[in-house]
């Protein structure tokens, strides 16, 4: 049950790293635990940029995550996930805002998100906060293995 506190947004360190796979797991987001999403990784991605991995708090519980990357011409906002029942509460809009003031210090101009086609919901939050959306542009990876 969702608590009526004010929600904080704040950087949040490797010791929330269950908090956060939680967050992902509970919201139906994906993710790669042997890969790219396995703590050890995740430890590194902290240690390089501990300004960009933000977290939605009310009180002490963690309720809605998202990693930011600098890819040094763009900032991304990635894995963006929050609890069902903190959904409509505008937790997502403030950590959108805390992921593209932590790039702006870095520089960055362009922000940028992948969004699935189906998820409507995050299309319309990004649309809200002023996104473009651009058909026009192709998505495609190579992948060493599918835990990455």
Request: glycine share 10%; proline share 2%.
């Amino acid at each position: 049950m969702a608590k009526t506190g004010k929600i904080q947004i704040k950087a949040f360190g490797i010791e929330r790293y269950d908090e956060m796979r939680a967050v992902w797991e509970n919201a139906g987001l994906s993710c790669k635990p042997k890969g790219r999403d396995s703590k050890k990784e995740i430890s590194k991605q902290i240690e390089a940029s501990p300004d960009l991995f933000i977290g939605a708090f009310d009180g002490e519980k963690m309720i809605g995550v998202c990693i930011a990357t600098d890819d040094g011409r763009r900032g991304w906002i990635n894995r963006l996930a929050v609890l069902p029942e903190y959904r409509g509460k505008g937790a997502a809009k403030k950590i959108v805002t805390a992921c593209e003031k932590s790039l702006r210090k870095r520089g960055r101009k362009i922000f940028c998100a992948q969004i699935e086609g189906k998820n409507e919901k995050s299309l319309a939050l990004f649309a809200a906060a002023g996104y473009k959306v651009h058909n026009d542009i192709i998505y495609v990876t190579k992948r060493e293995s599918n835990e990455i």
